[in-house]
């Protein structure tokens, strides 16, 4: 690359210019008076030690990061006006952890294109074509590498990345850190774009591993260089056969001219800098991304987004929330509790059975759905913040879609334990079983919201507290007795007991029976009563509200949490 290329007459061909770039993050001044271009066709990798600025570089001439110094071009345009043209792939691949290759495509596709299914699907066809990911497309990017589906590797997902990108047929592809660790196959599609600045850590390790002859080509100086520092680098170390250098060698250096060699002499040429320092100024410049009106930041329509996003969060959610582990564990837990629970019958003795009985499906269940918005959201984040950083779709659509999308998965399970155990446990009533359904869809529900809004933050230490406090502790400390009332357990578990116990069946007294009614005469027989009120068992484990009450307040954490959960996202991406 020229120094002097700005102002000859053959610049005007170039298509991406930037010119005198200055960046300042934090009070650092980390990159100072960069200039290049890259003309079509033509493929510009950027070189250079660890922490020198180069993921900052890029992220710069994409238009992703500001503020900067400086003059970026696209065919005469500020980048900022031509983001749509320009794709950018980051270091860090980053994808929905349960969907499959082709899905990854497929919804992304949906979400980035305006247009009607079959081009959809004629676009994602094309890309995996020429990316050559045909064989993967069924692959998952599981994190669990003891799964029994193929996982996709390091290389494929960087494949993965780019065919992405490659969606909207950008006219510039930027790519950080871009090829090293990946096949050769990966150059194939580079030669098809327009434009394309990579980045890589190794430069001889790159050129040699990713180009193959068609686009190596030993008569140029440059490349001459590069395969020579190869060998010596061999000679000293240990190389993996995969390399083949012997292909990059096989032509003389003075064999030929080529015309490429001639359009390339400008561009070996080191760039020129200014020796006078420059004083960055930090200052909030206008956004020229857009003239048109804020609808026209998103490629798709709501809608369209909101739909996206539900099958999607739906496909994602179904391969985690019904792993078929996850499953038998459920199953087996089924059986154990028909087997502990079997047909008690409705006496004073089984009571704390029952009691039990509705302790542990509240806890189950309820841990359940917490845990997995604890432990699954946190890898989720990082997909929606990068997305949403370039405005995929909008918060809103995101955090409407997941909601309704995982309401469904998340209470099935649930749904089909209680259908059994209500049954097998000798419980209430058929509009008792109804009710207790409602329940327990409110109580997981809350619970999973709970997970999704403050799990990843305060951590397992403050969930286990709400156990005490939910309902297993009936008579705690005068100065603590507020404390059932934070957690959600005690809303769930006493609701189940009204339900049980409320204008229900007598209970039969026992043999020595601690219910002080079960001691009088009954004046009608001359003898003791041998049953009781169910309803004294509401006075006894202090559940004094009505239904309504407790069933709102489960559905109350619900809403609160999820719109606390979508403020605290939109703050996420604006602290970003």
Same mark, same amino acid.
């Given at each position: 690359?020229?120094?002097?290329?700005?102002?000859? /007459?053959?610049c005007s061909?170039?298509?991406?210019?930037?010119?005198?770039?200055n960046l300042?993050?934090?009070?650092?001044?980390?990159?100072?008076?960069v200039?290049?271009?890259?003309?079509?066709?033509?493929?510009?990798?950027?070189?250079?030690?660890k922490?020198?600025g180069?993921?900052?570089l890029?992220?710069?001439?994409a238009?992703?990061?500001?503020?900067?110094?400086?003059?970026i071009?696209?065919n005469?345009? /500020?980048?900022?006006?031509?983001?749509?043209?320009?794709a950018?792939v980051?270091?860090?691949?980053?994808?929905?952890?349960?969907l499959t290759v082709?899905?990854?495509?497929?919804?992304?596709?949906?979400l980035?294109?305006?247009?009607?299914?079959?081009?959809i699907?004629?676009?994602?066809?094309?890309?995996?074509?020429?990316?050559?990911?045909q064989?993967?497309?069924?692959?998952?990017?599981?994190?669990n590498?003891h799964?029994?589906v193929q996982v996709v590797?390091?290389?494929v997902?960087?494949?993965?990345?780019?065919?992405?990108?490659?969606?909207?047929?950008p006219?510039?592809i930027?790519?950080?850190?871009a090829f090293y660790g990946?096949?050769?196959?990966c150059?194939?599609?580079?030669?098809?774009?327009?434009?394309?600045?990579?980045i890589?850590?190794?430069p001889?390790?790159?050129?040699?591993?990713?180009?193959?002859e068609?686009c190596?080509d030993?008569?140029?100086?440059?490349?001459?260089?590069?395969v020579e520092?190869?060998y010596?680098?061999?000679?000293?170390?240990?190389?993996p056969?995969?390399?083949h250098?012997?292909?990059y060698h096989?032509?003389?250096?003075?064999?030929?001219?080529?015309?490429?060699?001639?359009d390339n002499?400008?561009?070996?040429? /080191?760039?020129?800098y200014?020796?006078e320092e420059?004083?960055v100024?930090?200052?909030k410049?206008?956004?020229?991304?857009?003239?048109?009106?804020?609808?026209?930041?998103?490629?798709?329509?709501?809608?369209?987004?909101?739909w996206?996003?539900?099958?999607?969060?739906?496909?994602?959610?179904?391969?985690r929330?019904?792993? /078929?582990?996850?499953?038998?564990?459920?199953?087996?837990?089924?059986v154990v509790?028909i087997?502990?629970?079997?047909?008690?019958?409705?006496t004073e003795?089984?009571?704390k059975?029952?009691?039990?009985?509705?302790?542990?499906?509240?806890?189950?269940w309820?841990f359940?759905?917490?845990?997995?918005?604890?432990?699954?959201?946190?890898?989720e984040?990082k997909?929606?913040?990068?997305?949403?950083?370039?405005?995929?779709?909008?918060?809103?659509?995101?955090?409407?879609?997941?909601?309704?999308?995982e309401?469904?998965l998340?209470?099935?399970?649930p749904f089909v334990?209680l259908?059994?155990?209500y049954w097998v446990a000798?419980?209430n009533?058929?509009?008792?079983?109804?009710?207790?359904l409602?329940?327990?869809?409110?109580?997981?529900?809350?619970?999973?919201?709970i997970?999704v809004f403050i799990?990843?933050a305060?951590?397992?230490?403050w969930?286990?507290?709400?156990?005490?406090?939910?309902?297993?502790?009936?008579t705690p400390?005068?100065?603590f007795s507020?404390?059932?009332f934070?957690?959600f357990?005690?809303?769930?578990l006493?609701?189940?007991?009204?339900?049980?116990?409320?204008?229900?069946?007598p209970?039969?007294c026992g043999?020595?029976?601690?219910v002080?009614?079960?001691?009088?005469?009954?004046p009608?027989?001359?003898?003791?009563?041998?049953?009781f009120?169910?309803?004294?068992i509401?006075l006894?484990t202090?559940v004094e509200?009505?239904?309504s009450?407790?069933?709102?307040?489960?559905?109350?954490i619900f809403v609160?949490?999820?719109?606390?959960?979508?403020?605290a996202?939109?703050?996420r991406?604006?602290?970003?």
């Amino acid at each position: 690359m020229a120094a002097d290329c700005y102002s000859s /007459p053959g610049c005007s061909e170039s298509e991406f210019i930037f010119r005198n770039i200055n960046l300042s993050l934090n009070d650092n001044h980390i990159i100072r008076n960069v200039s290049g271009m890259v003309q079509k066709r033509e493929i510009l990798g950027i070189f250079g030690p660890k922490g020198s600025g180069k993921s900052a570089l890029v992220s710069t001439l994409a238009g992703h990061l500001k503020p900067y110094i400086g003059e970026i071009l696209l065919n005469g345009e /500020p980048v900022n006006a031509c983001r749509n043209r320009i794709a950018f792939v980051q270091s860090r691949d980053l994808f929905l952890p349960t969907l499959t290759v082709y899905e990854t495509l497929y919804f992304t596709a949906k979400l980035r294109l305006s247009s009607n299914e079959v081009n959809i699907k004629n676009r994602v066809k094309q890309v995996i074509d020429l990316l050559h990911l045909q064989m993967y497309l069924d692959f998952i990017r599981y994190d669990n590498v003891h799964t029994v589906v193929q996982v996709v590797t390091t290389a494929v997902k960087k494949k993965l990345s780019i065919a992405c990108e490659m969606l909207i047929d950008p006219k510039v592809i930027v790519i950080d850190t871009a090829f090293y660790g990946t096949s050769a196959q990966c150059d194939g599609f580079l030669q098809q774009l327009d434009t394309a600045p990579p980045i890589g850590h190794h430069p001889m390790d790159y050129m040699l591993e990713l180009l193959n002859e068609d686009c190596l080509d030993d008569t140029i100086p440059v490349q001459e260089k590069i395969v020579e520092a190869a060998y010596k680098r061999r000679n000293t170390h240990d190389w993996p056969d995969y390399f083949h250098l012997t292909k990059y060698h096989a032509k003389s250096p003075k064999s030929s001219k080529s015309s490429l060699s001639k359009d390339n002499n400008n561009h070996t040429k /080191p760039v020129k800098y200014d020796a006078e320092e420059i004083k960055v100024l930090i200052e909030k410049t206008k956004d020229t991304t857009l003239s048109s009106p804020s609808s026209s930041l998103y490629s798709s329509s709501y809608w369209n987004q909101f739909w996206t996003l539900f099958c999607r969060n739906f496909t994602n959610a179904r391969r985690r929330i019904l792993f /078929p582990i996850s499953v038998i564990q459920n199953v087996y837990i089924l059986v154990v509790c028909i087997l502990v629970w079997w047909q008690p019958e409705r006496t004073e003795e089984t009571v704390k059975d029952r009691l039990g009985l509705f302790f542990f499906t509240v806890v189950q269940w309820a841990f359940f759905s917490l845990l997995d918005g604890i432990l699954t959201f946190p890898k989720e984040i990082k997909v929606v913040n990068k997305e949403r950083k370039y405005n995929h779709y909008r918060l809103s659509a995101f955090c409407l879609s997941k909601t309704l999308s995982e309401i469904p998965l998340t209470v099935i399970q649930p749904f089909v334990y209680l259908s059994v155990i209500y049954w097998v446990a000798n419980l209430n009533n058929l509009q008792a079983f109804f009710a207790s359904l409602g329940v327990l869809m409110a109580d997981v529900l809350a619970a999973q919201s709970i997970g999704v809004f403050i799990g990843a933050a305060l951590r397992p230490p403050w969930t286990v507290t709400m156990v005490p406090l939910g309902g297993a502790f009936n008579t705690p400390p005068s100065w603590f007795s507020w404390g059932r009332f934070a957690s959600f357990f005690y809303y769930g578990l006493n609701a189940f007991i009204y339900l049980e116990f409320k204008d229900a069946k007598p209970i039969k007294c026992g043999a020595k029976s601690m219910v002080p009614v079960c001691n009088m005469i009954n004046p009608a027989t001359n003898s003791t009563y041998t049953e009781f009120d169910s309803d004294i068992i509401l006075l006894v484990t202090k559940v004094e509200w009505p239904l309504s009450y407790y069933l709102g307040v489960l559905l109350g954490i619900f809403v609160i949490t999820k719109i606390l959960w979508y403020i605290a996202m939109r703050k996420r991406k604006s602290d970003e």
